[in-house]
């Protein structure tokens, strides 16, 4: 669920507006709230001192001129309150930039800090340590479980409506189920493909290269209607007010600087979730952006022998709200938090 602070709705709003990593004075607070409700100046105030208080922002300077900032030390790990962001309609979230910004390539590395290092020590176990004790049968059966719980979920968030005992016998069985459509069915079948291809050349992806994306996206996608490679049209995602790049040369230069960040990110925790997170915000193919970059981030951690996600216990419409914020804000503070609790969970619930 939505991760919660125990605060006011107008002290949300506070720390949503500063979200963004600029610097506003009272002043330029209480004029920016006046925007989306209705507060006095000395509540205002009041609001602003509780925040600082719990060191949820921070202050610099004196008088009239002191300005308030995120208490974040990177510009992407701001707390934001989802259901604040979400209050509004995509078109009036101040926030929000519909323009693909480049600086998020200099910005995303250092998004997994030393403290997120230290607890992730904790619960790392080796993925071919922990495959590796298990009898080949049980291992077969926990591969099958485990890709069977990632297709239905990846593809439940794609809008896919079989349930999860429908894609088991799918995967198991090769039986359709009833009132779903076959696409429904190949989407689903081309993610245990996909998880085939990353297990039986998990070395191949401890470098990420363009070809091994486009090759990932397009078992994705077969026979789905995708056309394949970098697409030369324009895109559009719902809900959201974020404008994709247009043009292929544009697409193919970022993908070329997506490729070359995540390459010199060392931690392999940070470099599955910035893969994941900017293949999505690039979205360089026709469709299948989300699936693919899900998938070549749990490529990046079989190949540096980490736990891949199925994302089973995740809230769909959660993840969906993390993205478009990250669309729209760059924000990373909730589909980081998503994707460390899906990869405990993941050591914590296969390959025992």
Known sequence: ?????????????????????????????????????????????????????????????????TTYHTASHHPLLAYLDLDQYFALEPDHR???????????????????????IKDLNKIHKSFKEATSKLDHTILARELERYVIELSWKSSQIEGNTYTILETESLIKEGREASGRTHLEAVMILNHKQAFKLILENKEQFRKLTKTDLVQLHNTLTKDLNVPSGIRNQR????????????????????????????????????????????????????????????????????AHDYFPLSYRSVDKDEFKQALVVFYETNNIYHLKRIFLEQYEFAVNTYFL
């Open 1 to 65: 669920m939505n991760e919660t602070i125990d605060i006011s709705s107008r002290q949300k709003a506070i720390i949503n507006l500063l979200a963004n990593g600029e610097k506003y004075t009272r002043k330029a607070i209480t004029e920016k709230l006046s925007a989306i409700l209705s507060a006095s100046k000395p509540t205002v105030a009041r609001d602003i001192k509780a925040l600082v208080d719990k060191n949820l922002i921070q202050s610099a300077g004196s008088g009239p001129s």
């Open 94 to 116: 101040t926030m929000a930039r519909a323009v693909f910004q480049d600086s998020v390539f200099a910005t995303i590395p250092n998004i997994i800090t030393e403290s997120d």
């Open 235 to 302: 895109v559009g995602i719902t809900g959201t007010s974020y404008i994709p790049l247009a043009h292929d040369w544009e697409l193919d230069q970022a993908v070329e600087r997506l490729i070359t960040t995540i390459n010199h990110i060392q931690h392999p925790i940070e470099k599955a979730l910035a893969t994941s997170a900017l293949i999505a915000y690039i979205q360089p193919f026709s469709d299948g952006n989300k699936r693919t970059a899900r998938m070549m981030a749990n490529a990046v951690l079989l």
